[in-house]
């Protein structure tokens, strides 16, 4: 938002409780689904901050993750099928003093809604983009969505999907997005953690939550965010720190080879060696290779991959909007309706 409630949140001295952003309605997901720790983390994390329940709005499309503003006691919209950015998009051009989320999935964001979340990102509006990705269409009854994998049998694909998956960051990347970041549902500190740092950003923020549809496609990420993996197939990303993964005593790096990366046994003598994350890197190449990062020779990284400064889209409509004030005056609608300034079409 351009009101300086990023720098100047107040968090150590919330004035907020969880309870203030807890709408009352019925939470109609699954018993188990994911959906409810992320509501939660969400809560829990805009307590932290000095800014008016009234300041926040949600905006989603359709699918279960996209029922969140009902139960958030904000401002929202359960809106139209993949359009919530554009909706957020129009809201963010005439009212600065809103912080505004759009929530969405994989199926919702990716596929209908996949042409507008890319405008949103490339622009850089002052928007905060929730992705809850569980790899599979879980209000329509299971049908394979564009982050399934390839083979995965559902309903609509009952011999096994044949279609290549979408990674939800590369399009974050390739569009230039300002914060790209990742967290998963079984862990709410971390989860509290990254929405925090996407409300201090000015820009788009892009946050991917791997998340569990219990009924559908169950334990869908369960081979890398179990507890019994974690050590060995998950990475928490820390900017300028190496990345190290795996249990105390048996610790692994990666190195580059070329442009190849490779897994290594991390020795401190020879750190100079290893790949260092820098989160502030401006050209995006980084952010990318840490996407391509996957099991069994590599974790898959969580955190923040990008965070860059650049102006956002609402601040440079604002100042040409003010620049034509002051050259041309307020003008006047009526003036423009009914004036001479016509053409006749023949």
């Given at each position: 938002?351009?009101?300086?409630?990023?720098?100047?949140?107040?968090?150590?001295?919330?004035?907020?409780?969880?309870?203030?952003?807890?709408?009352g309605q019925d939470v109609r997901w699954?018993?188990?689904?994911g959906d409810y720790s992320i509501l939660?983390?969400?809560?829990?994390?805009?307590?932290?901050?000095?800014?008016?329940?009234?300041?926040?709005?949600?905006i989603s499309g359709i699918g279960c993750s996209s029922r969140f503003p009902y139960y958030m006691k904000t401002y929202g919209m359960h809106s139209i099928h993949g359009r919530a950015p554009a909706i957020a998009s129009g809201l963010r051009t005439v009212r600065d003093d809103l912080s505004i989320w759009v929530i969405t999935g994989d199926g919702d964001g990716l596929s209908i809604g996949g042409n507008h979340i890319l405008h949103v990102l490339r622009r850089n509006l002052d928007v905060n983009i929730v992705l809850v990705n569980n790899q599979i269409y879980g209000l329509t009854k299971g049908q394979y969505s564009p982050t399934s994998p390839v083979g995965q049998m559902t309903r609509s694909s009952p011999a096994g999907s044949i279609d290549y998956p979408v990674n939800p960051l590369c399009v974050a990347i390739a569009s230039e997005a300002t914060f790209i970041a990742?967290?998963?549902?079984?862990?709410?500190?971390?989860?509290?953690?990254?929405?925090?740092?996407?409300?201090?950003?000015k820009g788009t923020s892009f946050i991917e939550v791997l998340q569990n549809c219990i009924v559908f496609n169950d334990k869908a990420h369960q081979s890398v965010v179990g507890r019994e993996n974690r050590d060995e197939r998950m990475i928490y990303l820390k900017h300028g720190q190496p990345l190290l993964w795996g249990k105390e005593g048996k610790k692994k790096a990666v190195r580059l080879k070329g442009l190849h990366p490779e897994?290594?046994?991390?020795?401190?003598?020879?750190?100079?060696?290893?790949?260092?994350?820098?989160?502030?890197?401006?050209?995006?190449?980084?952010a990318y290779f840490l996407t391509q990062l996957l099991p069994p020779e590599f974790p898959v990284p969580f955190g923040v991959f990008r965070c860059i400064e650049r102006p956002t889209y609402d601040e440079l409509l604002n100042r040409q909007?003010?620049?034509?004030?002051?050259?041309?005056?307020?003008?006047?609608?009526?003036d423009l309706i009914y004036g001479n300034d016509t053409w006749t079409v023949k």
């Open positions: 938002m351009s009101l300086p409630i990023h720098p100047d949140a107040q968090e150590g001295r919330p004035s907020h409780s969880k309870a203030d952003f807890i709408s699954c018993p188990g689904c939660g983390a969400m809560q829990q994390t805009l307590a932290k901050f000095d800014l008016p329940t009234e300041k926040y709005v949600f990742r967290t998963f549902d079984q862990d709410p500190r971390h989860m509290g953690e990254i929405f925090a740092r996407a409300m201090k950003h897994a290594v046994d991390y020795d401190p003598a020879r750190e100079k060696e290893y790949l260092v994350h820098d989160e502030t890197d401006p050209l995006p190449h980084t909007i003010d620049e034509a004030k002051n050259k041309e005056g307020e003008g006047n609608l009526k």
